[in-house]
């Protein structure tokens, strides 16, 4: 089975300020992860994701995240926020593969931006 | 570009009443899963559809069904609804585009009250 935890469900930083919002996963099997934002009455976007290769990954709107395996761990950073990322983060895991889309998430985290 | 689609975007029933939310999936993608995001809560995997068959199922209540027709679109049947089902269902399409490489999106959510 797998499971993810992420740590603090309110995170708030100054403008300019670095996120980093926290995540760790378990599963029995090598995970695909990922990072989702939600704005208000609003879908799922996806910001990145890690599924083989490079450790670090880049996504959209200056996000990155790296994998640490030994670790179990999958934190999101953003060197400097924006008031327009206020929004709830959803960190998720699956198996990859066919299972690919079946994604257990997290129980996410409500970013505030102050000015 | 084309997105996943669902419809309604928004459904008020009574209690005991059945409402049937549709998804149609990105084109050519052939897999759909169903999502169930309570208020203030993590979405919930509930079901999937791979090629019109479903390929997974997760926590479903027995009084939802749902099926995949021909044309990929599929539709999420709920019966006997309870205060409880209201919620924000999500549809997420998916289509492999490579070896270990999917593509996913996931719909704007179709956001049920019940009364």
């Known amino acids: 089975a797998q499971s993810v935890t992420q740590l603090g469900s309110h995170v708030s930083v100054s403008e300019g300020a670095l996120v980093l919002l926290r995540c760790n996963y378990s599963s029995s099997v090598p995970p695909y992860l990922f990072w989702y934002v939600q704005y208000p009455n609003q879908g799922l976007q996806l910001l990145l994701k890690?599924?083989?290769?490079?450790?670090l990954v880049k996504g959209i709107n200056g996000f990155e995240a790296e994998f640490k395996k030994s670790e179990t761990s999958f934190h999101l950073t953003k060197p400097s926020a924006h008031m327009s990322d206020a929004a709830e983060y959803f960190c998720?895991?699956?198996?990859?593969?066919?299972?690919?889309?079946?994604?257990?998430f997290g129980q996410g985290t409500i970013l505030t931006v102050h000015p | 570009a084309a997105g996943v689609i669902q419809s309604p975007r928004h459904l008020i029933k009574e209690k005991r009443e059945t409402a049937t939310l549709k998804c149609y999936p990105i084109p050519r993608h052939d897999t759909v899963y169903w999502y169930q995001q309570g208020p203030g809560q993590d979405p919930q995997f509930l079901i999937s559809f791979y090629e019109k068959m479903q390929s997974d199922k997760g926590s479903i209540p027995d009084r939802f069904s749902a099926q995949q027709f021909s044309d990929y679109h599929s539709e999420l049947n709920m019966s006997s609804l309870e205060l409880g089902d209201s919620a924000l269902y999500f549809c997420a399409s998916t289509q492999r585009v490579g070896t270990n490489s999917y593509e996913q999106y996931f719909g704007p959510g179709t956001r049920l009250t019940v009364t």
């Open positions: 890690y599924t083989t290769g490079a450790t």
């Open positions: 998720a895991v699956s198996y990859g593969g066919t299972s690919y889309g079946k994604l257990t």
